[in-house]
C-alpha cells in the first residue's frame, strides 16, 4: 500500500526530490495566490455555525413563521391574491429569516479563508484567463480524477460524507422513533413536530461534526500535495540560491539577522576579541582578526559601551583609546563586516600597540 501512496505523490519521478525553500513557498503565496487550502474544511466549518445557529434560533424561528402564516390565513380571503401587502410582508419575514445566516456564513467563510491562507492575499494572477486551458487536456484530466491519489480520496470523502450522515440518521431516528410514536398518538401533531425538530438537529448536529473532522482531514492531504507539487529538483534549488544571492532584500534581511545574531552574543564576542577601540566611553568597537583582516565582531554607543569595557577588563582583552578611530569604525561598519581598506594603516598600529603578531607567534 505505501508504494501505491508513493506513486501517488509523484513529485520524485520529475526529479523533484528537495523539500520546497520558504522562498518558494512565499513567491508562490504572494505572487500566485497558490497556498494549501481546503474547500471541504470550509464549507463544513460554515455549515456548523449554520447548523448551531439553527439550534439556538429555533424558537424565534418557529414563532416568526407562525406570525406570517397568520397574517397569510388572516387576510387571505378579506383581500386580492396580487395585494401588495403580501409580497411586503414575506420579503420582510424572508430577509428577517435569512439575513442573519447569510452574514454569519458569509463571515465565517471569510475568517476560515483568512486562516488557511496566513492572512489576506492580493494577487490578480488567479483571475487571469488562461487561454491554454480552453482545449481540455482529457488525458491529464481522467489520470487526475481518476488515476490518482486525490481521485481516490475524492471518491472515499464522498462515500464517506453520505454513509455517515446517513448511518447517523438511521441510528437517531431508530433511537427516537418510539417516543415519537407515542407522542403523536398522546401528545398531538404540534408537539410530534417540535419532537421532529429537535430529532432534525441532532442529526444535523452528529453530521456536520463528523463532516468538520472529514475537512480537517482533506486539508492535511491538500497540505500534503501542495507540498509535492512545491517540491524542487536540485538544480533548481542552485538557481534559487544564486537568484537569492542577487536579491537585495534578501541580502539586507539576512545582514540584518546576522547583525541581530552578533548583537545577541556581544559579550562573548568581546571576551574573543583581540582588542576593544573606545572614544573613551561614547563608542567602544571590537575586532577579531579573520583570515587576512580585522573583523567587527560587536559594537556599542554609551551605556552598552561602558558594559564592552567592563567586559572586557574581566576578560584580560586589550582596551585602546581612540576617539576618531572609534567613532570612524562605528560608523562606518556594520556587525560582521570586515573594516574598510581605509582603516588598515591605523588599525595595524593598533595591532602592533598591543603586540598581536608576537603572542600570536607565542600561542602557535
Known amino acids: 500500500m505505501s508504494q501505491i501512496d508513493l506513486q501517488w505523490f509523484s513529485a520524485e519521478d520529475e526529479g523533484k526530490t528537495e523539500q520546497p525553500s520558504e522562498y518558494k513557498l512565499r513567491k508562490a503565496r504572494d505572487e500566485e495566490g497558490r497556498v494549501p487550502k481546503s474547500q471541504e474544511l470550509n464549507g463544513s466549518i460554515i455549515l456548523l455555525f449554520i447548523v448551531f445557529m439553527l439550534v439556538?434560533?429555533?424558537?424565534?424561528?418557529?414563532?416568526?413563521?407562525?406570525?406570517?402564516?397568520?397574517?397569510?390565513?388572516?387576510?387571505?380571503?378579506a383581500s386580492r391574491i396580487d395585494d401588495v401587502r403580501f409580497a411586503v410582508v414575506f420579503l420582510r419575514y424572508f430577509l428577517m429569516l435569512t439575513l442573519p445566516f447569510c452574514i454569519v456564513g458569509g463571515i465565517i467563510g471569510i475568517v476560515a479563508n483568512i486562516i488557511q491562507n496566513k492572512g489576506f492575499i492580493y494577487t490578480t494572477k488567479l483571475i487571469m484567463p488562461k487561454f491554454d486551458k480552453l482545449v481540455p487536456n482529457i488525458g491529464k484530466y481522467l489520470k487526475r480524477t481518476m488515476f490518482s491519489f486525490e481521485g481516490a480520496f475524492n471518491v472515499v470523502k464522498s462515500l464517506l460524507k453520505v454513509s455517515i450522515i446517513a448511518f447517523s440518521a438511521y441510528l437517531i431516528i431508530r433511537?427516537?422513533?418510539?417516543?415519537?410514536?407515542?407522542?403523536?398518538?398522546?401528545?398531538?401533531?404540534?408537539?410530534?413536530?417540535?419532537?421532529?425538530?429537535?430529532?432534525?438537529?441532532?442529526i444535523l448536529i452528529v453530521s456536520?461534526?463528523?463532516?468538520?473532522?472529514?475537512?480537517?482531514?482533506?486539508?492535511?492531504?491538500?497540505?500534503?500535495?501542495?507540498?509535492?507539487?512545491?517540491?524542487?529538483?536540485?538544480?533548481?534549488?542552485?538557481?534559487?540560491?544564486?537568484?537569492?544571492?542577487?536579491?537585495?532584500?534578501?541580502?539586507?534581511?539576512?545582514?540584518?539577522?546576522?547583525?541581530?545574531?552578533?548583537?545577541?552574543?556581544?559579550?562573548?564576542a568581546v571576551r574573543e576579541a583581540d582588542v576593544l577601540i573606545t572614544n573613551p566611553t561614547h563608542f567602544a568597537v571590537a575586532l577579531q582578526w579573520q583570515k587576512e583582516a580585522?573583523?567587527?565582531?560587536?559594537?556599542?554607543?554609551?551605556?552598552?559601551?561602558?558594559?564592552?569595557?567592563?567586559?572586557?577588563?574581566?576578560?584580560?582583552?586589550?582596551?585602546?583609546?581612540?576617539?576618531?578611530?572609534?567613532?570612524?569604525?562605528?560608523?562606518?561598519?556594520?556587525?560582521?563586516?570586515?573594516?574598510?581598506e581605509a582603516y588598515y594603516k591605523v588599525v595595524s598600529i593598533v595591532y602592533a600597540q598591543i603586540g598581536y603578531m608576537e603572542k600570536k607567534k607565542r600561542n602557535s
Open 56 to 77: 439556538i434560533m429555533g424558537p424565534w424561528i418557529e414563532r416568526k413563521l407562525e406570525e406570517v402564516m397568520i397574517f397569510y390565513f388572516n387576510n387571505i380571503l
Open 175 to 202: 433511537h427516537n422513533l418510539k417516543s415519537l410514536l407515542e407522542m403523536i398518538q398522546t401528545g398531538g401533531a404540534a408537539l410530534a413536530m417540535r419532537f421532529v425538530g429537535k430529532v432534525a438537529a441532532q
Open 208 to 268: 456536520t461534526l463528523f463532516l468538520v473532522i472529514i475537512g480537517v482531514a482533506d486539508y492535511l492531504v491538500q497540505k500534503r500535495q501542495f507540498i509535492e507539487e512545491m517540491k524542487m529538483t536540485k538544480q533548481e534549488v542552485k538557481e534559487e540560491f544564486k537568484e537569492m544571492e542577487g536579491d537585495p532584500e534578501v541580502k539586507n534581511r539576512l545582514e540584518a539577522a546576522q547583525r541581530e545574531m552578533l548583537q545577541q552574543n556581544m559579550p562573548k
Open 294 to 340: 580585522p573583523q567587527v565582531t560587536a559594537k556599542g554607543e554609551d551605556m552598552t559601551a561602558l558594559n564592552m569595557r567592563r567586559i572586557a577588563k574581566e576578560a584580560d582583552v586589550p582596551i585602546v583609546e581612540n576617539r576618531s578611530l572609534a567613532r570612524g569604525l562605528y560608523t562606518d561598519t556594520k556587525l560582521g563586516d570586515i573594516i574598510p
